[in-house]
Nanobody
């Protein structure tokens, strides 16, 4: 079965840095895109950053200049480098991947979520 697994969340002081990692595994023919989303309690899940197979990136305005998304295609892994963290970045972050499986069908998969907490 295809799985998406995250790591790297934790507690950091304002102005500090953190790097999130997400790796997809299983019977994968290809990955069209991978990205990071976040969701605060009672709020909609929103895009943080996304990168396609071709390398095109997209960022939320609130994180431009602070966060950088990158990928390692050989390892089916995406990273989110988070710099200059602010208390308002405190939220649960989720990894998403659009994966082409062994049946040649593209499906969306979500990680379990990881908590990022930024103290002031």
């Amino acid at each position: 079965q295809v799985q998406v697994v995250e790591s790297g969340g934790g507690l950091v002081q304002a102005g500090g840095s953190l790097r999130l990692s997400c790796r997809a595994s299983g019977r994968i023919l290809g990955i069209n895109a991978m990205g990071w989303y976040r969701q605060a309690p009672g709020k909609q899940r929103e895009l943080v950053a996304r990168i396609t197979r071709g390398g095109t990136t997209n960022y939320a305005d609130s994180v431009k200049g602070r966060f950088t998304i990158s990928r390692d295609n050989a390892e089916n892994t995406v990273y989110l480098q988070m710099n200059s963290l602010k208390p308002e970045d405190t939220v649960v972050y989720y990894c998403n991947a659009e994966i082409v499986g062994s049946d040649y069908v593209a499906r969306s998969y979500w990680g379990q979520g990881t908590q990022v907490t930024v103290s002031s």
